[in-house]
């Protein structure tokens, strides 16, 4: 991953500050912070990476922003998130305890997910207090869900959600429709996704060697197989998985290990979505 997109390196809480965070994700494009904050005044004199901001919790404070001499307040609303531009200064208030997850991205983050070079006017990145986005929550609260269950796929189903976010910003105009059907991206994918289905895989790794963007890649990849990349490679991790357990040799963690899964509840989540039962319950049944 490129030093100007390594999400490990993405954080909006200084080392003195770690203690308020509940939690943290990161996948290939972004990384999130999950954290409760009591009331507090910050001065921020701007980072290099965007910044949305979801609130949780059924009671929120009054919060507000002071961006290039303009002032926002607003009361958080379930489908409303807060965004911080790249690159913006300014000055973010709140009366009370905040609990909330803080997604982040470079900029050129949304290039790779999308396949464009977008300059600072193409996309919908503007700061503000609240901006109602009931889509956009809905999928940080997807990537929040998968970060709790300790991303058990490792990045792959953050990456396909960080690309839906991508698309949200920028007009569909702007994307295209891209290619379609089984055509040659399509091949060379299923290609590299079979030669390294024991090792680890991510969205963005995978569109680059059908040289393409993991957007375009998305929509070509369901219109020819009907599921998503991320489905897909669960989907066949799991059907690897029936032929190793055959090998009464191999532990369930090995074979999960062999078959390319990260963790082993990874391992059972997918087996059980594919065949209906437990991994210890299909060996049985295969070693009858």
Same mark, same amino acid.
């Given at each position: 991953?490129?030093?100007?997109?390594?999400? #490990?390196?993405? !954080?909006?809480?200084? $080392?003195?500050?770690?203690?308020?965070?509940? %939690? %943290?994700?990161?996948?290939?494009?972004?990384?999130?912070?999950?954290?409760?904050?009591? *009331?507090?005044?910050?001065?921020? $004199?701007?980072? $290099?990476?965007?910044?949305?901001?979801?609130?949780?919790? @059924?009671?929120?404070?009054?919060?507000?922003?002071?961006?290039?001499?303009?002032?926002?307040?607003?009361?958080?609303?379930?489908?409303?998130?807060?965004?911080?531009?790249?690159? +913006?200064?300014?000055?973010?208030?709140?009366?009370?305890? /905040?609990?909330?997850?803080?997604?982040?991205?470079?900029?050129?983050?949304?290039?790779?997910?999308?396949?464009?070079?977008?300059?600072?006017? #193409?996309?919908?990145?503007? &700061?503000?207090?609240?901006?109602?986005?009931?889509?956009?929550?809905?999928?940080?609260?997807?990537? /929040?869900?998968?970060?709790?269950?300790?991303?058990?796929?490792?990045?792959?189903?953050?990456? @396909?959600?960080?690309?839906?976010?991508?698309?949200?910003?920028?007009?569909?105009?702007?994307?295209?429709?891209?290619? !379609?059907?089984?055509?040659?991206?399509?091949?060379?994918?299923?290609?590299?996704?079979?030669?390294?289905?024991?090792?680890?895989?991510?969205?963005?790794?995978?569109?680059? @060697?059908? *040289?393409? &963007?993991?957007?375009?890649?998305?929509?070509?990849?369901?219109?020819?197989?009907?599921? &998503?990349?991320?489905?897909?490679?669960?989907?066949?991790? #799991?059907?690897?998985?029936?032929?190793?357990?055959?090998?009464?040799?191999?532990?369930? =963690?090995?074979?999960?290990?062999?078959?390319?899964?990260?963790?082993?509840?990874?391992?059972?989540? =997918?087996?059980?979505?594919?065949?209906?039962?437990?991994?210890?319950?299909?060996? @049985?049944? +295969? =070693? %009858?």
């Amino acid at each position: 991953m490129p030093m100007d997109l390594a999400p #490990a390196a993405l !954080s909006r809480i200084p $080392p003195s500050m770690q203690h308020v965070v509940l %939690r %943290r994700g990161q996948w290939s494009l972004c990384a999130m912070e999950h954290s409760r904050i009591d *009331a507090i005044r910050i001065d921020d $004199p701007g980072a $290099p990476f965007h910044h949305l901001s979801l609130p949780l919790g @059924a009671r929120l404070p009054r919060m507000g922003m002071q961006v290039d001499g303009r002032r926002q307040r607003a009361n958080p609303v379930p489908g409303g998130i807060g965004v911080i531009e790249a690159h +913006v200064a300014g000055v973010s208030w709140w009366d009370g305890t /905040l609990e909330s997850a803080c997604f982040y991205f470079m900029p050129r983050a949304l290039d790779v997910a999308l396949g464009l070079e977008l300059d600072e006017d #193409a996309h919908d990145l503007r &700061s503000t207090v609240e901006r109602h986005a009931p889509v956009v929550a809905h999928l940080l609260r997807v990537l /929040l869900a998968d970060a709790a269950a300790g991303q058990p796929h490792g990045a792959l189903v953050g990456d @396909a959600v960080f690309t839906a976010i991508a698309a949200q910003f920028v007009p569909e105009k702007r994307i295209g429709t891209g290619p !379609s059907g089984r055509d040659w991206r399509v091949r060379r994918a299923l290609e590299y996704i079979h030669t390294h289905l024991s090792e680890r895989l991510s969205i963005p790794a995978i569109a680059d @060697a059908a *040289a393409t &963007s993991p957007f375009h890649l998305g929509r070509a990849f369901r219109a020819a197989l009907g599921c &998503s990349i991320w489905q897909y490679v669960l989907r066949e991790r #799991a059907r690897r998985s029936m032929v190793l357990m055959k090998e009464s040799a191999l532990s369930l =963690a090995q074979v999960a290990q062999l078959s390319g899964f990260e963790t082993y509840a990874g391992f059972i989540a =997918a087996v059980r979505r594919e065949f209906g039962a437990a991994p210890a319950q299909l060996r @049985a049944a +295969v =070693a %009858r």
